[in-house]
């Protein structure tokens, strides 16, 4: 089965720019969507299809997906922006929907 | 306005069985891909199941044969069936709805816990 992997934590300072990475065989051959979830909350899609963002998400947000490794970039990082964040993908030899184990991102 | 609310979690035995249902308003679920999403606690996210607007389904490998998912079109409504269920079933179930089809999850609902336990 697909395997996403993502590293357990990333920090970064308050207006500065956090990225997080989503890495799987080839997925760049894939679409990638990435969640944002507060503690307590259900997650939000906050990028889907690789690059695109929902309405209502901020511009701040932007993804991209090369050779085996896709990433979410948070500019201009605030307070706000602290939660887990996950990636997930479609396997196409499966059917099934994979998620990756998820990124803390806190904001120091 | 699209809402989808959970509900049917409880605490069960091991070995036991459970139906979820999640209500949908706002959008028809039978022309959308409707999936169940659980969330043990402290941990990360998995996928469980789908049902395609087709009707075909899929489901994880980890409750494949225990869990059914199932849609019943003219209550608007999309159900799981959860049997033999273990003490790692233990978590919060979301319902959630594509975007469009294969656009990501763009619609949760609020989740509801099924705990495990004797």
């Known amino acids: 089965s697909y395997v996403l992997t993502q590293p357990p934590s990333v920090s970064v300072a308050p207006g500065k720019t956090a990225s997080i990475a989503c890495g799987g065989n080839?997925?760049?051959?894939?679409?990638v969507h990435w969640y944002q979830q507060k503690p307590g909350q259900a997650p939000v899609l906050v990028v889907y299809?690789?690059?695109d963002r929902p309405s209502g998400i901020p511009e701040r947000f932007s993804g991209s997906n090369s050779g085996n490794t896709a990433t979410l970039t948070i500019k201009r990082v605030e307070a706000g922006d602290e939660a887990d964040y996950y990636c997930?993908?479609?396997?196409?030899?499966?059917?099934?929907?994979?998620f990756g184990g998820g990124t803390k991102l806190t904001v120091l | 306005e699209v809402q989808l609310v959970e509900s049917g979690g409880d605490l069960v035995q091991p070995g036991g069985s459970l139906r979820l249902s999640c209500a949908a308003s706002?959008?028809?679920?039978?022309?959308?891909?409707m999936s169940w999403v659980r969330q043990a606690p402290g941990k990360g996210l998995e996928w469980v199941s789908i049902?395609?607007?087709?009707?075909?389904?899929y489901h994880a490998d980890s409750v494949k044969g225990r869990f059914t998912i199932s849609r019943h079109n003219s209550k608007n409504t999309v159900f799981l069936q959860m049997n033999t269920l273990r003490p790692e079933d233990t978590a919060v179930y979301y319902c959630?709805?594509?975007?469009?089809?294969?656009?990501?999850?763009?619609?949760w609902g609020q989740g509801t816990l099924v705990t495990v336990s004797s």
């Open positions: 959630a709805r594509d975007r469009t089809s294969g656009s990501g999850y763009g619609y």
């Open positions: 049902i395609y607007s087709s009707g075909t389904t």
């Open positions: 080839k997925i760049e051959r894939k679409s």
């Open positions: 997930q993908v479609w396997d196409s030899n499966t059917y099934h929907r994979v």
């Open positions: 299809d690789d690059t």
């Open positions: 706002g959008f028809t679920v039978s022309s959308n891909y």
